[in-house]
């Protein structure tokens, strides 16, 4: 099945900074590639997503680029707002498949004032 | 419309108790997933539904099972609990596109 790997599991920066988070996945066939984001306690929320037909995706001060090639996704948040601060999950998903989604394990994003 | 919903929002049960977690969708939704979230962890799939009266386990099925009667309803029930099964559950919804939408959670704690 699908692994999906997550680096940093904890990332601090200073507001008005940019941040980015990786992911690698396994499977050459998965072809979505969605970033959730969690606040504490509540539910996963959908943030920006992005297709395998697709080398890059941007929504304001969010991106999402994908290197098919390498298996790599990255999460690109510029501008940084303590709003931002919140979990961070990646995830991947097959095509044809009941969509089912294998999550990478989080980055906790904490933006300093 | 209300989306995703789960009842409980929170639930205590003591060694080899059994509870049904209910989850409902109003938008219509073919495919349904119940997802357990460890702390600090990220989700993993425990089961399923591509629509009304078709269930599949996902990666972590053990101790679960659930059913789908209706296209809006994915109960998922808990027999037997153990401490392992401490966690949050969450249930989501698709149309048979790609964003999943979330329940609000069940926070669930077995002593």
């Known amino acids: 099945g699908e692994n999906v790997e997550q680096h940093p599991s904890t990332l601090s920066v200073q507001e008005g900074d940019s941040a980015v988070i990786k992911c690698t996945y396994s499977d050459s066939a998965s072809n979505y590639f969605p970033w959730y984001k969690q606040e504490l306690g509540k539910r996963p929320q959908l943030i920006i997503d992005i297709r395998s037909n697709v080398g890059e995706k941007k929504d304001q001060r969010i991106a999402v680029t994908l290197n098919k090639t390498a298996k790599h996704f990255s999460l690109h948040i510029t501008e940084t707002q303590p709003e931002d601060s919140a979990v961070y999950f990646c995830?991947?998903?097959?095509?044809?498949?009941?969509?089912?989604?294998?999550f990478g394990s989080g980055t906790q994003l904490t933006v300093l004032p | 419309n209300a989306g995703v919903t789960q009842t409980p929002k929170f639930r205590i049960l003591k060694i080899g108790q059994s509870m049904t977690l209910q989850c409902t969708q109003d938008m219509n939704h073919n495919y349904m997933y119940w997802y357990r979230q460890d702390p600090g962890m990220g989700l993993k799939l425990i089961y399923y539904?591509?629509?009304?009266?078709?269930?599949d386990k996902g990666e972590v099925p053990n101790g679960y099972n659930v059913s789908r009667s209706t296209t809006e309803d994915f109960p998922l029930r808990l027999e037997l609990a153990a401490p392992s099964q401490t966690s949050v559950y969450f249930c989501?919804?698709?149309?048979?596109?790609?964003?999943?939408?979330f329940g609000p959670g069940t926070r669930l704690t077995v002593t």
């Open positions: 995830a991947a998903t097959l095509s044809g498949s009941a969509r089912q989604l294998t």
């Open positions: 539904s591509v629509g009304a009266g078709i269930t």
């Open positions: 989501a919804s698709s149309n048979k596109g790609d964003e999943q939408y």
